[in-house]
């Protein structure tokens, strides 16, 4: 006995003002397919309408994208575990982001002068808003990064993620801690009383007991013979300048070295 096909129905026609998500939704499209998008972002996102969603397509989006270009694009599954990492590398980030930019408030009201700065420090305890609060986060915030770039190592070293191919990493991550040190240590003196004058002494003084390089590191380190003007300058200069520019250099090239050996699981 024959049936009857089921009708079809005909779509229902949309009636009254469209809603403001979907004409915001049709206006980002739009402006996502203008040139002045493509000029500045490179095709090739996953989430365009159409694209299909496969491996070759996702590594073509980290491949195009800067910020995905700094992760893999394949980790093994047990190192992105929380219990694994630990997330050391990433606080070790943020808390450098963090103390730039705590350290670029500070700054404005700093003036590496011997006559002035600790003036300047008592002022900034007293009559800054918030003064004392942001001196205390950067300087508990560089004591932090000691410790969370210390235990990001620790944890490399003890999971075997430093063996081969990954051992130019590992000397770069070597090179990072010490640079860390030397930020935490050069801006020990720029407060100028006599706990950092003191500290600064005690530091110069290894530098001078070099071999072959302790009277050339000294003058480096110091501008004469004695702590002085001249000595915070310099120590200023590296502390905001020249180690910053080191640190940046050398954790762009761990951050490249990370996904191109492999991501930061253990040994192959």
Known sequence: MATKAPEKKAPEKKTGFPKPGEILGEQWDKF??????????????????GHQDSPKSRAYVVMNNVLYHLHPVKVKRHGIKL??????????????????ITGIFLMFFYRPSTEVVYADMTALHTQVAFGQLVRNLHRWGAHLMTVTVFLHMARVF???????????????????????????????LLPWDQ???????????????????????????????????????????????FLPFIIVLFMAVHFWRVRKDGGISGPL
């Not at 040139?35 to 309408?49: N, T, Y």
């Not at 219990?83 to 730039?100: E, H, N, R, W």
């Open 195 to 241: 706990l950092a004058i003191w500290a600064v002494t005690v530091g110069t003084q290894f530098a001078l007991e070099s071999p072959v390089v302790g009277r050339e590191a000294y003058f480096v380190f110091v501008g004469g013979g004695q702590i002085g003007a001249t000595t915070l300058i310099r120590w200023y200069t590296l502390h905001v300048l």
């Open 158 to 188: 003890y999971t075997g993620a430093y063996k081969p191919p990954r051992e130019f990493n590992w000397i770069v991550g070597v090179i990072l801690l010490l640079v860390t040190v030397l930020l935490a240590f050069s801006g020990y």
């Open 32 to 49: 996502r397919e203008a040139q002045l998008w493509k000029s500045i972002f490179r095709p090739g996102s996953i989430f365009r309408k």
């Open 83 to 100: 219990s694994y990492t630990l997330c050391l590398g990433g606080l070790s980030f943020f808390l450098f982001i963090f103390l730039t």
